[in-house]
């Protein structure tokens, strides 16, 4: 069964958001699959904005979370 393991900004202070996204990278890379829940204010935005790039320059891929409940081959 898969969840959301990570909410992004339920503490709106940046360095929370920043940790929350730290965490959601490490158990991705831990698990393979990580999915987070975040909210839509202007500043998580742009704090997963920018963790994105950043993340998919350190070979993060994201993907819808529908991915997440797909059979996964291998």
């Given amino acids: ?3 959301a393991a990570t909410a992004i900004a339920a503490d709106p202070n ?3 958001t920043a940790r929350a996204l730290a965490q959601l990278e490490a ?3 831990a698990d ?3 999915i987070a829940t975040g909210t839509g ?3 998580t935005i742009e704090a997963v904005n920018t963790w994105v790039k950043q993340a ?3 070979g ?3 993907v819808p979370v529908t991915a997440a409940f797909r059979p996964r081959s291998g």
């Fill in 60 to 62: 993060v891929v994201l």
């Fill in 56 to 58: 998919r320059e350190r």
């Fill in 27 to 29: 158990a991705a890379r």
């Fill in 41 to 43: 204010l202007a500043p």
């Fill in 1 to 3: 069964r898969r969840s």
């Fill in 32 to 34: 393979g699959i990580a």
């Fill in 14 to 16: 940046p360095d929370a």
